[in-house]
Structure formats: structure tokens, C-alpha cells
């Protein structure tokens, strides 16, 4: 098993938590292309601003990859490289 730090932005965390997917360009595939089922995903939300405040960075959840998805989703251009995952015990 291996563990993932999953970089992504708040408005992204939103996305992997209703769909529980976590996706990334095709300009990553080769990062993406070493995740097994199995593996655990560290989702990482970085820094932001609030108004005059800042957001620190911080690891927001743990999820397994369990299978891997292809194709363009809805909404989207290009192809992304994704995983289904769920939230690890």
C-alpha cells in the first residue's frame, strides 16, 4: 500500500466529496498511472484567502482507490485521469 498526497483547492474538495473521484490533467498522468487499488489518498487542501484571512493549508480527508475511471467527464474538454475512492476506515 502506498499513501497519495492529493494537492487540490477547496472548490475541488468540494467536487471529490460529492463525487468521490479524485481526477488530475492528463499533464499528470504519469503520477496518477502509479496509484493501485488499495492505496490511500491524502486529500490536501492548499492555503487561501478569506476576505483579509488566510485559510491555512490542511489534510482534510483519507480515501482508498478502488477503481480506476476513464474518459471525459461532463463539463470538461480533455480526458482526466481519475479514481473512484472511498473514505478509508
Known sequence: MTYWLCITTQENWEIIKEKNVWGVPERHKNAISRVKPGDLL???????GVGKEVEGPKVVAVYEAYRRCSGTP???????????MRHSP
Not at 491524502?42 to 487561501?48: A, D, G, P
Open 42 to 48: 491524502l486529500i490536501y487542501v492548499k492555503q487561501r
Open 74 to 84: 461532463p463539463g470538461y474538454s480533455s480526458p482526466l485521469r481519475r479514481w473512484g
